[in-house]
């Protein structure tokens, strides 16, 4: 099974469309309405793994400050005012795919951004604290930067929206960190970093592929009607990520030699976008799956996005130029 699930996640820029297709297809002719019950669960296994794997300790781990304060500072001020403006001029009174879009810009980086900079060549380390502290503190600020942008018209309550993401990140989070020690303490270091990293986080890769199906297949025949909304949502996001690229870049290049920049691009460009399928179907109740499906088409321009960039890494980030124009602290 665990082999079949690793196809799935090195493939899934193939396999996230073709469920998406399936989804649409099933959603048409059966109602989904039972399956909604199954949510909370899926949710559940699609957060869980992912910490249980999470390195903590890395909030504690010296160096790098100033890329770590401008990773931080494309994440919370850069990349939430894009995907507000994204929302309000492409999409102009469509509520839920403008949430849709702000939740992506408020989520940064998921796992796979530690896998993208290794696959680069960049610093992983530095990766790895940019993924943990940007999880923790965008879970933190979600609610407020959702009451600042959305007010009143997202028509969920303040309070709700945290413990909502108290039920979706933080119980998992706590529970996946206890898993880890109790993990590391029967079984050692060795077989936890062999056996048990690689493979619990392909469970997630199993409900991520659920959600995926569930949320579309919920929305089929919304799709069916209006497939072009479909295709502008895809445009929309292809040319908001190749803008994301472009301005990480430039500030990257500018200000740090390579390995920093690579990691600082990648650390910022990708978008926890698990987590933010999870929390748009627990956050919005009744309106999940339309939030959930501009996510989800997310998933697909996010994977080509990071995978085209890596091919062009070379050329726009050349190995022979390593000094920066500002040289980092």
């Known amino acids: 099974m665990f082999k079949v699930l690793a196809h799935i996640k090195n493939k899934l820029v193939i396999y996230l469309p073709i469920t998406m297709i399936l989804a649409i297809i099933y959603g048409n002719f059966v109602d989904l309405t039972p399956f909604k019950t199954l949510v909370p669960t899926i949710v559940f296994f699609m957060v869980y793994p992912m910490m249980v794997t999470l390195r903590c300790k890395e909030l504690f781990s010296k160096g790098n400050t100033k890329l770590h304060l401008v990773a931080q500072g494309i994440n919370f001020i850069i990349f939430p005012t894009m995907g507000y403006l994204i929302g309000r001029v492409f999409f102009p009174g469509n509520t839920y795919i403008m949430m849709g879009i702000l939740l992506m810009a408020l989520l940064p980086t998921s796992g796979m951004t530690i896998s993208w900079t290794g696959f680069a060549k960049g610093n992983v380390s ?141 650390g910022t460009v990708m978008r926890n976008l698990s987590i933010a399928l999870a929390i748009a179907l627990s956050i919005f109740s009744t309106a999940g799956s339309e939030v959930a499906l501009i996510v989800a088409v997310g998933f697909v321009v996010q994977i080509q996005g990071a995978a085209l960039y890596l091919k062009l890494v070379d050329k726009v980030y050349t190995p022979e130029i390593n000094t920066p124009l500002l040289e980092s602290n």
């Open 126 to 266: 530095a990766a790895i604290k940019m993924m943990v502290v940007g999880l923790i503190l965008g879970s933190v600020l979600m609610p407020f930067y959702l009451n600042i942008f959305m007010g009143e018209t997202s028509g969920i309550p303040f309070v709700k929206i945290i413990n909502e993401i108290i039920k979706v990140v933080f119980i998992p989070m706590a529970l996946g960190f206890i898993t880890q020690k109790v993990l590391l303490k029967k079984f050692g270091k060795d077989r936890f970093q062999n056996e048990f990293k690689t493979k619990i986080p392909l469970i997630a890769t199993a409900a991520l592929v659920g959600i995926v199906f569930i949320s579309t297949a919920m929305r089929a025949k919304v799709i069916v009607a209006d497939p072009a909304m479909v295709v502008k949502i895809f445009l929309v996001l292809s040319a908001s990520y190749a803008m994301a690229f472009l301005i990480v870049t430039i500030i990257a290049k500018s200000m740090f030699k390579r390995e920093d920049g690579i990691a600082l691009i990648y």
